[in-house]
């Protein structure tokens, strides 16, 4: 019998071969984390709504392509916009899968979600990578490839579901934030702006619907326009109410931490958004109010000796034209608003990448979708006032928002592939799951796999001799330490269970006349609710 760190039987003789364990498969994904979340189920478990903002960032790209307005290379962006167009669709349609799915699946982790103070945030980038699509979709197939106003009426039976998810998201996750979420000023960033951004996301885009409608159907598009006016006085004005929180907050605890430290992009959707919100729509108005006001009235009722008309009529130019000039003048404004946090952004990103290189992760993509959304503001103000110099900032700003999409897109897919972004570190809200019967599925197949192990590195049925110091490895990573260790030698097993006694492990055996193997430690089974 040999204690301590001693082998657990006597060594080899001279010239007799050592005998060690057979190595495991090197694993490609050393990190305990990203060896967690292995395997479709793990992956969809690890699933959050952050993953919707790479479908907000490729959506963009295709509306910013298509917006260049440059017309001798209009005919040919368009085509790399549809291919950004049908990308996004498809990635879009893969992440509501997996998203619909880690709820059918997982129904504890709905309440964990929405409970949870920064991951509850991200629910509004499902609508808005909805609305990037919607618009993108009536502005390609209706308004650049004359495919006809089926596209443009499709894109709005679409349009008011994401308009209703919106409104939902921009009145549930405040009412969470206020009622059952814990926050504290010092931890407070930018991502309080992601579910109030889709109002005025949804805003903006029916100004493109109602724009490819208008000439067909203008009562309707009229409706549209109405809505969108509602919407976004829902969106604009909270999310300027953030923003001076916001900016209160890097007043009193400076800088975020750098983990989100690109979150301090987040401004520029807001304003980017809603600077194209007011200048479209009020656009929009300026052409369509005449003829609304132009119908035929269809009712018309007496009231004392007032003469009231039903509908619109009363809607004329002068409306529309109050409109744009209010429009046109509350763009600028947020334009430059937006030009100002751009510079702040960019100055906080240079300082904190002077300090040391930062390390990607999916809040990345929280600079993709603003950059684009101050980006079409500028090429909107562009068009309409026929500037030079904005047309050439606005070329300058698409260029850098493609950028920044390829320096997130690369990584963005190696993670997805292998797994490092699917893991419990990007979702933390799954901490407190009952995963038990997740963790008895990865130890059997942990098992079997260590056994296929074996019989392929030795030949035979036996198992080669393992060192205490590798059992005490293994076993301080799983959580059924309790459990004896059996080790085998060259004799029929008969082993006693394994006690920690001043950090050491004492094992004894007895050896008898031929080989057996016996179970090996079990996985790391506490890797998937550290």
């Not at 001798?72 to 549809?82: I, M």
């Not at 349009?159 to 814990?182: E, N």
């Not at 007011?278 to 300026?286: D, I, K, N, R, T």
């Not at 094992?507 to 179970?519: I, R």
Request: hydrophobic share 45%.
């Amino acid at each position: 019998m040999q204690r301590g760190g001693d082998a657990a039987s006597p060594g080899p003789k001279k010239g007799e071969p050592v005998r060690t364990r057979p190595k495991r498969r090197p694993d490609p994904h050393p990190d305990t984390a990203t060896r967690a979340a292995r395997g479709i189920r793990e992956r969809v478990l690890h699933f959050t709504p952050s993953w919707f903002a790479v479908t907000m960032g490729t959506g963009v790209i295709a509306t910013l392509v298509n917006l260049l307005p440059w017309s001798a290379t209009h005919s040919g962006f368009r085509w790399v916009a549809l291919v950004y167009l049908l990308a996004d669709i498809v990635i879009f349609l893969l992440f509501t899968a997996a998203f619909l799915t880690r709820y059918i699946l997982f129904p504890q982790v709905l309440p964990l979600t929405i409970k949870h103070p920064q991951k509850s945030m991200f629910l509004g980038t499902f609508p808005m990578g909805m609305i990037v699509i919607i618009s993108n979709i009536a502005q390609l197939g209706t308004v650049e490839f004359g495919l006809g106003h089926s596209y443009a009426m499709a894109a709005s039976v679409l349009w008011w579901i994401a308009t209703v998810i919106s409104l939902m998201t921009a009145v549930g996750v405040p009412f969470m934030v206020t009622t059952y979420q814990s926050h504290s000023f010092s931890s407070t960033t930018a991502a309080l702006l992601l579910p109030i951004v889709p109002p005025i996301t949804v805003a903006a885009v029916g100004a493109v619907i109602a724009e490819a409608l208008m000439d067909v159907y203008p009562t309707y598009a009229f409706t549209i326009v109405i809505v969108s006016y509602l919407v976004l006085g829902v969106g604009l004005p909270l999310a300027l109410l953030i923003l001076v929180l916001y900016f209160q907050r890097l007043l009193l605890f400076k800088q975020p931490p750098r983990e989100v430290i690109i979150s301090v992009f987040l401004p520029l959707g807001p304003a980017g958004q809603g600077g194209e919100a007011l200048l479209h729509l009020g656009l929009v108005a300026y052409r369509l109010f005449p003829t609304i006001s132009a119908l035929p009235s269809s009712e018309a009722s007496s009231v004392g000796n007032q003469l009231t008309y039903a509908g619109a009529s009363q809607l004329g130019f002068p409306v529309g034209q109050a409109l744009f000039a209010a429009g046109l003048l509350g763009a600028l404004m947020l334009w430059a608003f937006g030009m100002w946090w751009m510079a702040l952004g960019i100055m906080t990103v240079v300082r904190e990448t002077r300090r040391g290189k930062l390390t990607f992760n999916m809040g990345w993509w929280g600079a993709t979708f603003p950059l684009g959304s101050l980006a079409i503001c500028t090429g909107r103000l562009a068009l309409v006032l026929s500037s030079l110099a904005l047309k050439i900032v606005y070329t300058i700003l698409v260029i850098i928002t493609l950028l920044v999409w390829f320096t997130v897109a690369i990584p963005t897919l190696k993670g997805f592939i292998d797994g490092s972004l699917l893991s419990r570190k990007a979702a933390p809200c799954i901490a407190d799951l009952p995963l038990e019967p997740l963790k008895r599925r990865s130890a059997e197949e942990e098992d079997e796999w260590s056994e296929e192990e074996d019989v392929d590195e030795s030949g035979s049925g036996s198992a080669d001799l393992s060192t205490s110091e590798e059992a005490t490895s293994r076993q301080g990573q799983s959580e059924s330490a309790d459990k004896p260790t059996t080790m085998t030698g060259t004799g029929v097993e008969d082993e006693k269970r394994s006690a920690l006694v001043g950090g050491e492990v004492e094992v004894s055996k007895q050896e008898k006349g031929h080989d057996a193997k016996g179970p090996g430690p079990g996985p790391a089974m506490g890797e998937l609710e550290d």
